[in-house]
């Protein structure tokens, strides 16, 4: 398919935390940039080609969509780990710290071998495209070559890789609290890597219609236990020297791991206090778990516009906490969703979606004697509209995206995801379908609740078809 393209079908758009827009019968036109032309809603079947003349599409390519199929904005993931696929599902016993010590620092620093990094990426970023996920947030290992390769692997996907999934890779800092088999030997040694890897993700030419390259280097010190002072201190400066970028990192994901960082940080608040005493809390600094912050950190992460990645299915896998995601949209704070794996065992953001629901269930349940009236979100039940919010727009916000993605609208580029509930989906449990009229609304809560890779048939990136059923 050759652009320019328009679309003409059902469409879902998040429109705010609170609600969705579903569209029965909506033009969308995507021009040769891949960006969001014109949308027209509530188009009659005769109306389709007058509407296009109307706005100069002559000749122009329409893909019509069935019943059972409907366009959503594609998924965000604000936070993964693409090394640790390999050892996804092993390590359920365990919490964070024994969980990294055990399972997850011995498969990165498998990943020393280049060579085992280009046979283990190139699946990775696949299953995670073909999940739905248009935007990514990876943490690679420490190693630069093996970072290198994964950043690569939109080389060997897409031939014109500036085309493929939008990404951020980021190469992870750790100097201490390590093995000696897997950290990196100075302060010098990282900051070296960390500034290779980001000249050599940016030396490559961008889409010249995208807003900004789809493929960005972000900072990742992995978290402040395994990052001395003058490494963190490096990082703020680095950082200070590049408004834009990134910066992704974890906090207060678990008790033992909370009270090793303040043992560690005597000097400063708290644990997000320390992030900020080395300025790396800004309003591109992605937050993943914040299962345990304090109402002083909650203030602080809310000042300084720092978004928040709930990983909802990692955070009851390694038994962390429940995240109070209610609380933190009531404080203003951005919030999206990652998978996290392998603390979460799924790459899908579908799981995330699921497990963000019962999350807030649970929490609704405990403080059912005690609700908060005045607030929106605090100790209530996510809604459908909430969850399909977090996966794409609020993912966004956090990834400092939201003029660009996240939602349909005019100017943005068309990041999408069409999706497939027929009964010719391959996935059993929509085998309703075909058993009587359903509402957009409800198709849309049967795919977020049961849906999977096999109801995904399409997925685009700035208007490029990089994946789902129909490429397989
Ligand atoms: N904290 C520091 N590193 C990690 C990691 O790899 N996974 C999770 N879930 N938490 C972390
Ligand atoms: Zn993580």
Not at 79 to 85: D, G, K, N, W
């Amino acid at each position: 398919m050759s652009l320019p393209v328009v679309y003409y079908g059902s469409v879902v758009n998040p429109v705010s935390l609170k609600s969705f827009k579903a569209l029965g019968a909506c033009l969308i036109a995507v021009s040769s940039t891949g960006n969001i032309d014109w949308i027209v809603e509530d188009v009659h079947d005769s109306m389709v080609q007058e509407t296009m003349g109307a706005h100069g599409y002559l000749d122009v390519e329409v893909v019509c969509l069935q019943d059972g199929e409907f366009l959503i904005p594609g998924f965000i993931d604000t936070h993964t780990h693409a090394p640790q696929v390999p050892n996804i599902g092993s390590g359920q016993s365990y919490e964070l710290l024994e969980w990294l010590e055990r399972i997850t620092f011995p498969t990165e620093s498998m990943f020393q071998d280049p060579d085992f990094a280009r046979r283990t990426y190139t699946s990775v970023v696949r299953r995670i495209i073909d999940s739905g996920t248009t935007t990514c947030c990876y943490y690679g290992t420490i190693h630069l070559e093996a970072t290198q390769v994964l950043f690569s692997n939109y080389l060997i996907l897409h031939a014109d890789y500036y085309l493929g999934q939008r990404a951020f890779i980021g190469k992870c800092n750790m100097d201490r609290n390590s093995p000696s088999y897997y950290i990196e030997p100075s302060v010098e040694v990282s900051m070296a890597a960390t500034k290779a890897l980001i000249s050599h993700i940016k030396q490559l030419p961008s889409n010249p219609h995208a807003a900004e390259p789809l493929v960005q280097p972000i900072l990742t010190p992995r978290f402040a236990i395994t990052c001395t002072s003058p490494l963190l201190s490096s990082l703020g400066q680095l950082a200070a020297s590049d408004p834009n970028l990134r910066i992704q990192t974890h906090i207060s994901e678990n008790l033992a791991e909370v009270t090793f960082t303040k043992s560690l940080f005597p000097e400063c608040s708290s644990y997000a206090g320390a992030y900020d005493s080395f300025g790396l809390l800004r309003a591109n600094t992605i937050l993943a778990h914040a299962v345990h912050l304090s109402d002083d950190e909650i203030t602080l992460i809310a000042k300084k516009k720092s978004g928040i990645s709930h990983c909802p299915t990692s955070n009851f896998n390694l038994s962390s906490g429940v995240a109070p995601i209610g609380k933190y949209l009531d404080h203003g704070i951005k919030v999206g969703l990652g998978t996290d794996v392998s603390g979460g065992y799924s790459p899908s953001i579908l799981n995330a979606i699921q497990n963000a629901s019962i999350a807030s269930k649970v929490i609704a349940m405990q403080t059912r004697g005690n609700p908060d009236a005045s607030a929106e979100f605090s100790n209530k039940q996510l809604s459908v509209a909430s969850l399909l919010y977090l996966a794409t727009s609020g993912g966004a916000e956090v990834c400092d995206l939201e003029n660009s993605v996240g939602s349909f609208s005019v100017g943005k580029s068309f990041d999408a995801l069409q999706v497939n509930v027929r009964n010719n989906a391959g996935n059993p449990a929509m085998w309703g379908s075909d058993s009587g009229p359903r509402s957009l609304e409800g198709m849309l809560e049967q795919f977020l609740f049961c849906g999977d890779d096999r109801n995904i048939s399409r997925v685009y990136v700035q208007g490029k078809l990089i994946g789902g059923t129909a490429t397989r």
